[in-house]
């Protein structure tokens, strides 16, 4: 039995750009078969075993709500903001809990050690100080302040830098994060995943981003994106335990794991349990 | 040199290690294989009508197998890694790097179809990739007895960077290399390499990296 909190919230199921008619994309969403299509009139239809769908297109995706949607889809302002490029970075399966993709995401500290040379590099290792808060207007988890070294912080950097980030945690299953844009220090550049639970125990994760970078060819961003989270792959598909552990047990969370013990306190509040466990591990 | 170049494909990741142990500089064009499938397009299939990746590209030369690429970049740099060039190793390196096709059609496939979703049947692609592992296991470790570690002989050659990447990339198609004790140490042996580069799901060995030193805090960087 899936709680009625975690169906009514809004989940990637597609990109926009690679819909066709029915059956269209046959997937599963929370453990339920789906078909994401356009119908003949050219709508976006989420198909569900007992009808369609609750359906909102953003962000270069279709997102489906299987309940009651609580609320409206999360903005990204970002999005529409002249002179962005948003870049669609396709799909990737991940053998994990949609939850521990997310949380991976919002860590800083394996940066050296899984994506060296690129976001982090040994001996720079100390994640530094940085502020975390469970925004109750937005109803969302920030991470603010957080300051990295990374020799190749994005395709557009020529050498290494002290990066700053934001981290934000928007839905459940989707995480935003800012980051010192190398073209234009006036401007954050904005990075995305957007997962989709298959199941408690497998995802797809779909990168997109909003970056300032009118030079860079599209092939090089994508597969730098790609390259990153793939880097990530193989460690989350060895995670164990494979649901996320809500309550505090055999971990000890260092100052680093702010995020993420928001992230999971934030989870275990609202209820969004699809994808954890509630016993300590 | 010019590599059409896609960064999670494991055939062209054996034509960047091959250079990149030999020194020898190649510039890349990322191609957009996911999702934009641009190795589809017209405009490539006018390069490579076969519409794969890698193509490598020197001069008028335009090559397409990538075991083709190797043994150009390794006969231009001096045969080094073709083998000591007796009849017996010449055979063995052209056996072995028709077995890496074996490997690509069923460990290369599963990985497909785990991570980027692609059409197939995993079990059999599973289980055929579990005979070859244990073909392999076994030739490793036979050549181990006899104080051999690379494919070969005691040096590595194309053959051994030709298997290596689909071998090593196998848990990402959902085939474990745990039962293999001979083809980790063969993994590690080549990831040993003076010049090895690593790609995502395979990673680098840190362990072989000197202990840091102390750094200035990162206050004092910003």
Known sequence: ?281 | MKLYDYVLSASCYKVRLMAALLGEKLSTEAVDFHPGRAHRSREFRALNPAGTLPVLVDGGLILTESTAMLVYLAQRAGKVWLGDGSPVQAAQVQQWLAFSARLGGSLGMARLHDMLLYAGDIDALRRAGVAALRELESHLTEARFDGRIFLTGTTPTIADIACFPNVALAPDGGVSLDDYPSIRLWSRAIRALPGFIEMPGIHRLHELKPAPEAVPPLEALL
Request: charge should be negative; hydrophobic fraction near 45%.
């Open chain 1, 1 to 281: 039995m899936i709680p009625a909190a975690v169906l009514n919230e809004w989940y990637p199921v597609a990109m926009i750009a690679q819909l066709a008619a029915w059956p269209g994309r046959q997937t599963l969403l929370l453990g339920s078969e789906i078909n994401v299509f356009r119908d003949a009139a050219g709508a976006v239809v989420v198909q569900g075993a007992d009808g369609p769908l609750a359906v909102t297109l953003a962000y270069g995706h279709v997102w489906a709500c299987p309940g009651v949607p609580a609320h409206p889809l999360f903005p990204i302002p970002e999005a529409d903001q002249p002179g962005r490029r948003l870049v669609d970075c396709g799909v990737v399966r991940v053998k994990c809990s949609p939850l521990r993709a997310v949380e991976n995401f919002l860590d800083i500290a394996h940066f050296p050690f899984v994506h060296t040379d690129v976001l982090g590099a040994e001996p720079h290792t100390e994640v530094g100080r940085y502020e975390v808060q469970i925004r109750e207007d937005s109803d969302e988890v920030w991470a603010t302040k957080v300051h990295f070294y990374q020799p190749q912080a994005a395709k557009s950097a020529a050498g290494g830098i002290v990066t700053e980030y934001m981290y934000r945690v928007a839905a459940p299953t989707a995480s935003v994060l800012y980051k010192t844009c190398p073209n234009n220090a006036d401007e954050w550049d904005v990075i995305a995943i957007f997962v989709q639970p298959l199941t408690e125990e497998l995802c797809e994760v779909w990168p997109w981003m909003a970056l300032f970078d009118d030079t860079t060819p599209q092939a090089d961003l994508i597969q730098f994106q790609q390259m990153i989270f793939l880097q990530d792959r193989s460690i989350l598909e060895n995670q164990i335990p494979r649901l996320l552990p809500l309550d505090p047990g055999k971990e000890i969370p260092t100052q680093a794991d702010l995020t993420s013990i928001a992230y999971r306190r934030w989870l275990k509040r609202k209820g969004l349990t699809y994808g954890a466990q509630m016993v300590a591990a």
